[in-house]
């Protein structure tokens, strides 16, 4: 037996197979033991959880094997029932923190890919707290999991206390989880492989089956990563959190801009849009006086033009360690005018989810 044992979420399902043969096992326990993980959402090994599963399957997971199942520390439900936070516990004593979104005909879930983050965004939440460590492809799966998990019984009641605006649609039909950004704590370009390792699990048509198209990956510019997407051509959305038109204003939002200057990071995104023929989702929040003047809407405008883009305005939401503030939605329409009559530039203003329980983009972190 090993002492070591082994996370099957961070197993593709024919690394599962490979394994059970070590074992001595057939590919149709490997089979039956991965739908019970991922369409079943089980969360041990036992008869109850995974039934049809042999005994000495079992006994033999038991005994090598782990069911890397996150532990809910603390869930947190916005006072509107659209959102609710999950506090995780990881095996080693950190935590992440995991969100589930309702919107109107989908569920998103926005998962971590890190403890912390190492790129130290102003204004960001989880950037003021520092860096611990990566995720391993298994912690980041297993967050996709907790949500899908969290969606199975329908017949509870809804999120928050009281009727659920979702409540009559949930009744007709269960919601499912199809949509997974990677827009918690962490830069998951810095973690590249492990996101990517997890990506391919979540994407498994025997297992949660998420589209490529419903996977958002977001990064604050890490120009290698960009490069190596643009090179596997990966079918999954980019995100580029962009925040400002020039180095100068850039560097002093989000000092990875140090590393990867801006003129170099615009380089690698045409690069990565000509050679995957994708159009990439620009990232700008939006801080009243900062960076929402028709002037920056127009800097915007000059340094995208020519380049498949769209725009997502996110006004800031409040983390303790900014003192900037929203833009109000009178300067965020003005901003949008601007990009699409003057450069043909398409721009959503980000719905908001979760302020009130520190949900939203940039608010995710984890205490001392």
């Given at each position: 037996?090993?002492?070591?044992?082994?996370?099957?979420?961070d197993l593709t399902r024919e690394e599962l197979r490979v394994q059970f043969a070590r074992?001595?096992?057939?590919?149709?326990?490997?089979?039956?033991?991965?739908?019970?993980?991922?369409?079943?959402?089980?969360?041990?090994?036992?008869?109850?959880?995974?039934?049809?599963?042999?005994?000495?399957?079992?006994?033999?997971?038991?005994?090598?094997?782990?069911?890397?199942?996150?532990?809910?520390?603390?869930?947190?439900?916005?006072?509107?029932?659209?959102?609710?936070?999950?506090?995780?516990?990881?095996?080693?004593?950190?935590?992440?923190?995991?969100?589930?979104?309702?919107?109107?005909?989908?569920?998103?879930?926005?998962?971590?890919?890190?403890?912390?983050?190492?790129?130290?965004?102003?204004?960001?939440?989880?950037?003021?707290?520092?860096?611990?460590?990566?995720?391993?492809?298994?912690?980041?799966?297993?967050?996709?999991?907790?949500?899908?998990?969290?969606?199975?019984?329908?017949?509870?009641?809804?999120?928050?206390?009281?009727?659920?605006?979702?409540?009559?649609?949930?009744?007709?039909?269960?919601?499912?989880?199809?949509?997974?950004?990677?827009?918690?704590?962490?830069?998951?370009?810095?973690?590249?492989?492990?996101?990517?390792?997890?990506?391919?699990?979540?994407?498994?048509?025997?297992?949660?089956?998420?589209?490529?198209?419903?996977?958002?990956?977001?990064?604050?510019?890490?120009?290698?990563?960009?490069?190596?997407?643009?090179?596997?051509?990966?079918?999954?959305?980019?995100?580029?959190?962009?925040?400002?038109?020039?180095?100068?204003?850039?560097?002093?939002?989000?000092?990875?801009?140090?590393?990867?200057?801006?003129?170099?990071?615009?380089?690698?995104?045409?690069?990565?849009?000509?050679?995957?023929?994708?159009?990439?989702?620009?990232?700008?929040?939006?801080?009243?006086?900062?960076?929402?003047?028709?002037?920056?809407?127009?800097?915007?405008?000059?340094?995208?033009?020519?380049?498949?883009?769209?725009?997502?305005?996110?006004?800031?939401?409040?983390?303790?360690?900014?003192?900037?503030?929203p833009t109000r939605s009178d300067a965020a329409k003005r901003f949008q005018q601007i990009?699409?009559?003057?450069?043909s530039l398409p721009s959503t203003v980000r719905q908001r989810r979760g302020l009130d329980?520190?949900?939203?983009?940039?608010?995710?972190?984890?205490?001392?």
């Amino acid at each position: 037996m090993s002492s070591v044992r082994i996370n099957l979420y961070d197993l593709t399902r024919e690394e599962l197979r490979v394994q059970f043969a070590r074992w001595g096992f057939a590919g149709v326990h490997a089979e039956t033991v991965w739908n019970r993980m991922y369409l079943q959402a089980a969360d041990a090994f036992t008869p109850e959880a995974m039934p049809g599963v042999p005994a000495k399957v079992l006994d033999r997971l038991g005994a090598d094997a782990a069911l890397g199942v996150l532990p809910t520390a603390l869930e947190t439900d916005s006072s509107d029932g659209f959102t609710r936070k999950y506090l995780l516990a990881l095996a080693d004593g950190e935590r992440i923190e995991t969100v589930l979104m309702r919107f109107t005909g989908r569920v998103t879930a926005c998962i971590s890919s890190q403890v912390g983050c190492a790129m130290g965004c102003v204004f960001c939440a989880t950037g003021q707290m520092g860096y611990t460590r990566h995720l391993t492809p298994g912690e980041i799966v297993a967050q996709a999991v907790h949500v899908a998990r969290a969606l199975r019984p329908r017949r509870i009641s809804p999120l928050a206390s009281g009727p659920s605006p979702l409540a009559h649609e949930d009744a007709v039909a269960p919601p499912r989880l199809r949509n997974v950004v990677l827009m918690g704590m962490g830069e998951p370009l810095h973690n590249y492989d492990a996101v990517m390792h997890a990506i391919d699990i979540l994407r498994d048509s025997a297992g949660l089956a998420l589209a490529a198209e419903r996977i958002t990956v977001s990064t604050v510019g890490v120009v290698p990563g960009i490069l190596r997407l643009a090179q596997e051509k990966r079918p999954l959305h980019l995100a580029v959190s962009l925040h400002a038109a020039t180095q100068e204003e850039r560097a002093a939002l989000v000092p990875a801009a140090r590393k990867w200057p801006l003129a170099e990071l615009m380089a690698a995104c045409r690069t990565y849009s000509e050679t995957t023929g994708r159009r990439i989702f620009y990232e700008w929040t939006l801080i009243a006086g900062r960076n929402d003047t028709p002037a920056h809407a127009r800097a915007v405008g000059a340094l995208l033009h020519g380049l498949p883009a769209q725009v997502n305005l996110i006004p800031l939401n409040p983390t303790s360690g900014y003192d900037g503030a929203p833009t109000r939605s009178d300067a965020a329409k003005r901003f949008q005018q601007i990009l699409a009559a003057e450069f043909s530039l398409p721009s959503t203003v980000r719905q908001r989810r979760g302020l009130d329980i520190a949900a939203g983009c940039g608010q995710l972190a984890v205490g001392a």
